[in-house]
């Protein structure tokens, strides 16, 4: 594949990057060196400021979530930082860029290539570590929720793991688009954080019967969309939450994908059940949810309308810590590495 000569002349031969030597626990992450990935004609290279981690991470780290084809085996599906290369048709962008960029993996490097139409420009004053913590959430959320289950102004909208950084995305964006936001969160500390933030409605789960104060708040209405990580025994209370023509996505299995259901009220209600996984899209359909974010959501990013958090961040070298504290689940927000300076 034909690339515009990376300013290349000063361009390290080799960067760091995280490998994994097993499946497995975190423990078998560790930092290596080798080559700087090769672009292709709609690429850019970037030399990473900061990545984030994700579940998705954490599942390709355990063996259950291999890398589609093509794309690299580093884990890592958002980063930040400057393009130092671009392909040969890469568009807008131009070497000293700064952006952050959706990645099809390799995010847990000094280098990484990324289409260069799932890159965005950094919002207002954003630094780029809080700009690291936008794409992978904030692309997931809209075309999920917005996309996919058209949630709209005055509708109820369920997002359960609200205090997750796909919960607090959740819940910022459906708030900021005028929907009334109902939550889950496993304690205190968290239901305090989802409600200064913007939701309505939060249950602890672990002290609360969400589904019955649901049913409480709405009369038995329900509510009109449901985004889904949890999954497991979640799936027939989140259907009996459903309201008539209710819309109801999976994102994630964290407690697993069967379920014993009953469907009959899915038929009565004329309820939509879906799901989908954002990395296995195509290039094209990534490049269009990259654009309508940076019409309607960047904006309310740079006013400061909707706001990154960010719980802790690890050097590259200690991904073995942050990827231990993303499985515990004891965090508020985004965990992120910092890469580069």
């Known amino acids: 594949m034909s690339a515009t000569p990376p300013t290349a002349a000063t361009l390290p031969a080799t960067m760091r990057y995280v490998t994994a030597t097993a499946s497995g626990g975190p423990e078998v992450m560790s930092v290596a060196t080798g080559p700087l990935p090769a672009i292709g004609d709609h690429d850019v290279l970037i030399?990473?400021?900061c990545a984030g981690v994700n579940r998705p991470d954490v599942a390709q780290r355990s063996g259950t979530y291999a890398p589609p084809p093509g794309a690299s085996p580093v884990m890592g599906l958002e980063v930040s930082g400057e393009v130092v290369a671009t392909g040969?048709?890469?568009g807008r962008w131009k070497p000293g860029d700064l952006v952050c960029a959706l990645t099809p993996g390799g995010g847990y490097a000094e280098y990484c290539?990324?289409?260069?139409?799932?890159?965005?420009?950094?919002?207002g004053?954003?630094?780029?570590?809080?700009?690291?913590?936008?794409?992978?959430?904030f692309f997931t959320v809209w075309v999920n929720v917005f996309g996919t289950c058209g949630l709209k102004a005055g509708e109820r909208f369920l997002v359960h793991?609200?205090?997750?950084?796909i919960g607090l995305a959740a819940i910022q964006l459906a708030k900021a688009f005028g929907a009334e936001v109902y939550t889950t969160v496993g304690n205190e500390d968290k239901a305090r954080f989802c409600r200064d933030i913007g939701a309505d409605h939060v249950f602890n789960y672990k002290t609360q019967d969400w589904m019955a104060g649901?049913?409480?708040?709405?009369?038995?209405?329900?509510?009109?969309?449901i985004l889904d990580m949890v999954a497991g025994p979640y799936i027939e209370k989140n259907l009996r939450s459903l309201a008539l023509e209710g819309r109801y996505c999976f994102i994630a299995f964290l407690e697993g994908g069967k379920?014993?259901?009953?469907?009959?009220?899915?038929?009565?209600?004329?309820?939509?059940?879906?799901?989908?996984?954002?990395?296995?899209r195509s290039d094209a359909s990534?490049?269009?949810?990259a654009k309508e974010l940076e019409a309607r959501v960047w904006p309310l990013i740079a006013n400061a309308t909707i706001k990154p958090v960010i719980h802790q961040t690890f050097d590259l070298a200690d991904v073995v810590q942050a990827h231990a504290l993303m499985e515990s689940s004891a965090h508020i927000g985004k965990i992120m590495l910092r890469v580069g300076g």
């Open 113 to 123: 290539v990324a289409p260069a139409g799932h890159c965005l420009p950094i919002p």
């Open 125 to 137: 004053h954003l630094s780029l570590l809080e700009a690291a913590s936008l794409p992978e959430n």
């Open 286 to 289: 990534k490049a269009a949810i």
């Open 47 to 49: 030399k990473v400021a």
């Open 214 to 225: 649901i049913a409480s708040i709405t009369k038995k209405k329900g509510v009109d969309v």
């Open 161 to 165: 793991g609200g205090s997750s950084g």
């Open 88 to 90: 040969a048709q890469a």
């Open 259 to 280: 379920a014993e259901i009953d469907f009959r009220p899915l038929m009565m209600k004329r309820q939509t059940l879906t799901g989908s996984t954002l990395r296995a």
